[in-house]
């Protein structure tokens, strides 16, 4: 058996500049990091000969093209493991909160799978190959940012080429700094999923028309990276992330709703610096900045939602338990 845990991540600035419609002509970039909410999956050898899948249902398929797990399938495809597996998921987080779970499950199944295989991978391939899957082969209206940061883990400012390579370069903090974010994030669930790819394509078509603000966003990625240098500023960071919100918001697409702009404005008025909905928009996530003693104001401002603790996970998908294995 092997077993992998992935990181989800939070985005804190540029998302939107990964789509091809902006990267394609100038770098997008985006500042993004690791955090200790995790996509854990196994994969061992089945006795019958099937593959069972179980996920938030289960299937037992007779070989891969039966299944209806899209990223599971094309990931047996490309690996080229075929028939007899159990395969299982289960993550911290539920799919549709802007926290980049689809990816993580594609570069953690890889990394599963090409571990089972006895092959040692690297976080690059991982991205890549996630990438091709989801993108690539499975046609989705999706950016680029959200495997590499499952792969890599940490802190990284993530850069997107014109001629679609990626640049991750980690972002050099002072570790009080960073304990210090961790103290000042507040993860608020606004009890809302949604479907991020819609959003997406609709951002995607529109992006030529929004190419000065998309400008705007990813530039905010390098200020907040310049930002983070050295002994870090939180207020800095803070009104960055409130620079970040404006410009998101006046996209459009579906990206923020009423009672989120509410959410948002409350937490202002009780105190917070900044934030900004994770993910494409439209639900799951809001993340708000502010000083750990305004936290229980803000929370009561809000109606005490559901939230998450926020801790940076410094690695990236990662082999945690390798068993003695057998073929039946």
């Not at 993004?32 to 299937?59: C, D, I, L, N």
């Not at 928009?281 to 003693?293: R, S, T």
């Amino acid at each position: 058996m092997i077993i992998t845990q992935t990181p989800y991540r939070v985005s804190f600035a540029g998302g939107g500049t990964d789509l091809p419609a902006f990267y394609e002509h100038e770098y997008g970039a985006v500042l993004s990091m690791g955090v200790s909410q995790h996509m854990y999956v196994t994969v061992s050898p089945r006795f019958e000969k099937t593959t069972r899948m179980a996920y938030t249902r289960v299937e037992i398929a007779d070989g891969i093209d039966q299944l209806d797990h899209t990223i599971a399938r094309e990931a047996l495809r490309m690996t080229d493991l075929g028939k007899y597996l159990e395969i299982t998921t289960v993550g911290d987080v539920p799919a549709g909160t802007g926290m980049g779970s689809s990816s993580s499950l594609a570069v953690g199944l890889l990394n599963a799978l090409y571990a089972y295989k006895g092959q040692v991978t690297s976080p690059g391939m991982l991205a890549e190959k996630a990438c091709e899957i989801e993108i690539d082969i499975l046609g989705k209206p999706i950016g680029r940012q959200d495997q590499y940061a499952a792969a890599y883990g940490g802190v990284n400012y993530i850069k997107f080429n014109p001629d679609h390579t990626v640049d991750v370069e980690p972002v050099p903090c002072d570790p009080a700094f960073l304990d210090s974010l961790e103290k000042h994030v507040l993860l608020l669930y606004t009890d809302q999923s949604r479907d991020a790819d819609t959003i997406l394509k609709k951002q995607s078509e529109g992006s030529a028309d929004k190419m000065s603000v998309l400008r705007e966003m990813r530039d905010l990625a390098g200020e907040l990276r310049t930002t983070m240098g050295g002994k870090g500023d939180l207020e800095d960071f803070g009104r960055i992330l409130h620079e970040g919100w404006l410009l998101k918001r006046s996209l459009g697409f579906g990206i923020t709703n009423a009672g989120v702009d509410e959410w948002y404005n409350v937490a202002r008025a009780n105190g917070a610096m900044g934030g900004k909905l994770l993910g494409a928009g439209g639900g799951g996530f809001l993340l708000v900045m502010a000083p750990p003693e305004r936290h229980d104001a803000i929370r009561a401002a809000c109606g005490h939602p559901r939230e998450l603790p926020f801790r940076i996970d410094r690695r990236g998908s990662r082999v945690i338990f390798i068993s003695d294995r057998y073929a039946f």
